[in-house]
């Protein structure tokens, strides 16, 4: 059984241009989360998603990022315009629900973007 | 919402001698909680949890303790190995979200 799978795992942008960083989550997963991670802190939530909906993106920035989860296919998380400030490891989890029971998280390898 | 801190940001341990991890939380509704180790360039790796109606749960070479009363968690590795090297960090769960502490970092001494 696979784990969640992300790609790529590092990504160079040059400011202003877009990134898209993909996530696939453990088989039989149908809740992702994104976290973003900068160095010495700890992983801050940005967005949670179940297929098709968004369920939580309280910890995303309101303009330039956004997320989804289609029928088919990854996870994305889009982010237009990047700035040298967008420069962090963005983590994916996916669990097989949010109930008791099936909240657990597991992680992705990360995808490091460096925004030059 | 919730606050989860370590109380030591590094941890330096001989091989062979047990570690202790510690962390607190805020809310007292959190009633799920996981230790994760991060090792360098890699993500967090699960590797034990607990639920709030429980004081202590073992692993393999790893424990962990739940204090409710003082909202504190504790991770406990058993004859720490060099492998063990990593930055471990607890995430509490309250209602939808998980809320992270910034992590220990264990070293361990050959």
Redesign the interface.
């Known amino acids: 059984n696979a784990g ?1 799978m ?1 790609n790529p795992r590092h990504l160079v942008r040059r400011r202003g241009q877009e990134a898209r960083l993909r996530c696939s989550p453990m088989k039989g997963h149908s809740h992702v ?1 994104w ?1 973003r991670q900068l160095p ?6 940005m967005v ?1 998603l179940q297929k098709e909906n968004i ?2 993106e309280s910890g995303m920035p309101k303009e330039r990022f956004s997320a989804e989860f289609p029928k088919e296919g990854p996870s994305i998380l889009r982010i237009q315009q990047v700035v040298r400030g967008d420069s962090a490891a963005y ?1 994916c ?1 996916s669990s097989p629900g ?1 109930v ?1 029971g099936q ?8 995808t490091r973007l460096l925004v030059l | 919402g919730e606050s ?1 801190g370590l109380h030591l940001p590094t941890l330096s341990v001989q091989e062979g001698d047990n570690s202790i991890i510690n962390c607190a939380y805020s809310n007292s509704a959190s ?2 909680f ?1 230790w ?1 180790k991060q090792e360098s360039g ?5 590797i034990i ?1 607990i ?1 709030s109606n429980m004081d202590k749960r073992q692993g393999q070479r790893v424990t962990v303790l739940l204090n409710k009363t003082v909202k504190h968690l504790s991770l406990q590795i058993a004859a720490t190995q060099p492998g063990d090297s990593a930055v471990y ?1 607890c ?1 509490a ?1 309250t209602g ?8 220990t970092s264990l070293t361990v001494i050959p």
């Open positions: 969640v992300q989360y976290y010495e802190e700890g992983l801050k939530f949670y369920i939580d983590f989890a949010m008791a909240e657990t998280q597991y992680f992705g390898p990360g | 989860v009633d799920y996981i994760y890699k993500g967090p790796q699960f949890d639920r960090f995430a769960n939808n979200q998980f809320y992270f502490g910034t992590g």
